[in-house]
C-alpha cells in the first residue's frame, strides 16, 4: 500500500528529527551517512508523484529530505528529473514549430554519437559541442556507432566507448592525471599537455556514464564529489587522497616543544616541479619569509591544503566541472551525498561475489548444472578476494559494479569448443567464451593464464 499525503503530517514529524540529526553528523561523522537510508521506502512509495509534489512546493515531500532516499532511489530519480527536462524541451519545441506554422518535425530521442576509431577523442567532442539546444539533449539515452561498422548499440558498444576513451584521456603520456601510489586515487595535475577542453571532455564523460548507467573506471577520491557538490574539503578529504602527506602534517599540528621553528624548518611555501625544473610558491603573501611557528601552524596546514586541493588545480577542475554540470546539473544532482555520486560514477567495491553466480546466464549448450560450468565456479570460488577482482576486471572492464546492485548487470558464459585456446572474455557486452576443459587443473591453469594477461584500462 502506498503512503497517502494526509498521513504526512504525522510523518514529517519524524522526518524534521532526522533532518537535525544528520545535520549534525554531517560534520562530526558519529555514524556512516547510510545510517539514515529508509531502505523499503521506495517500495512503498510513489517516486515521480514526490518528484512532481516537490517542484510544486507542496509542504510535505520526502524529496525535501533525500538523505533518507538509497543511492538506487536517487537514481531513479536523477532519470524521472532527466525525463521531465526532455519533456519540457519537447513540448517549448511543438509549440515553436505551431507558431512558426513549419509543420511537424520529427523528435530523435537519442543523444547519438558517430566516431571513428582513430579518432575517438576529437569525434566525441564534437559531438558534444553540437548539443547548442542544451544539456537535456546529453541527458537523452546514449546510442553509440563506430563509423564503417555495422551493429545495433544494446549497450556494448556505448561501454566500449567509454572504455577505449577512458584509455586514451588517462593514459600517463599526457599527464593529465597523477596517481597517489598509496591511496590509487588519481588528481589533478597542475601541468599538462594538454588544454582545459580535454578536462571538460571527461567531465562531460562522467555525467553521462551517470544518466547511461554505465561505470568508468576513474577512481577519483571523495573530494573531487565534494567539490562538484559545493562542499569545503578538509584535511580527512586531503588524507583519503595523500594518506602519507596527511600525517606530516597532522604531526605538525600535534608537535607543541618549544624548538618547534628549529625543529621543522618550515616557510608558507611550497615546491612544484614543473617538467624538471623546480619552483618555489607562496602559499600567502611573502611566504618564503614567513616561519611556522606554534602560532600559526594551524593556518599552514589549511593553506598547504587549500593550494593542493583548489589552488593549483582551480582551472583543470573548474573545465572538468563546467563539463560534468552541464550534464548532470539539476536539483536532484544535489541531493546526492559525495561517495554516493563517487558510486554513481565508478561504480562500488562493496558486494558480495558469492552473488555473482545467480547473475550469470549460459550459451550454447551450457547450464548451471553443465560439469563444465560446475568446474568453473568450483575454481572461482577458491580465488582469493583479489584474483576475483581481477577476473572480474577480466570480463568486464571494472572491478566495481553499478550503485543499482549486481542484479543490474549480466555476465553470459557461452561455450566455444577449441579446448587448446584460453578463456577470451568480451568486455563490452561481459560475456566469457569459455571451451569445455576436462579437469579441474586444466581449468585453473587456463583461467588464470587469461585473467593474469589482461589489459587493464586507465591509470586505476
Known sequence: MRLRYLRYGKIEKCLKVLEKLNEVNRTSELVPYNTFYIHDLAEHLDLEEDYRNWLEGREVVFCKYPFVFTPSAKAKL???????????????????????????????????????????VEDTLLAIRKCESGPHVLKKPLKVTFKGEEGFDAGGVKKELFLLLMKELLNPTYGMFTMDPESRFIWFSEFNFEGNSTYELIGVICGLAIYNSIIVDIN??????????????TMNDFAKLSPTRAESLRQIL?????????????????????????????????????PVTLENKQLYVDSYIDYYLNTCIQHQFKAFAQGFMFVAGSRVFEMFHPNELMHMVSGMHDFNFDDLKSITEYLNGYAVDHPTITIFWKVFNKMDLALKKKFLVFLTGSDRIPIHGIHSIKITINKVMDTARLPVAHTCFNVLDLPPYATEEEMENKLLNAINNTEGFGLV
Open 254 to 290: 600535534n608537535y607543541s616543544d618549544s624548538d618547534f621553528e628549529e625543529a621543522m624548518c618550515l616557510t608558507f611555501s611550497v615546491t612544484r616541479d614543473r617538467f624538471g625544473e623546480v619552483d618555489e610558491v607562496n602559499l600567502i603573501p611573502n611566504g618564503s619569509e614567513t
Open 78 to 120: 536523477l532519470s524521472i528529473d532527466a525525463n521531465n527536462q526532455m519533456l519540457q524541451t519537447v513540448r517549448k519545441f511543438a509549440i515553436s514549430q505551431l507558431m512558426m506554422a513549419s509543420g511537424p518535425v520529427e523528435i530523435n530521442p537519442y543523444f547519438e554519437i558517430c566516431v571513428r576509431r582513430d579518432n575517438l
Open 220 to 233: 577519483f577520491p571523495p573530494a573531487l564529489y565534494k567539490k562538484l557538490l559545493g562542499q569545503p574539503v
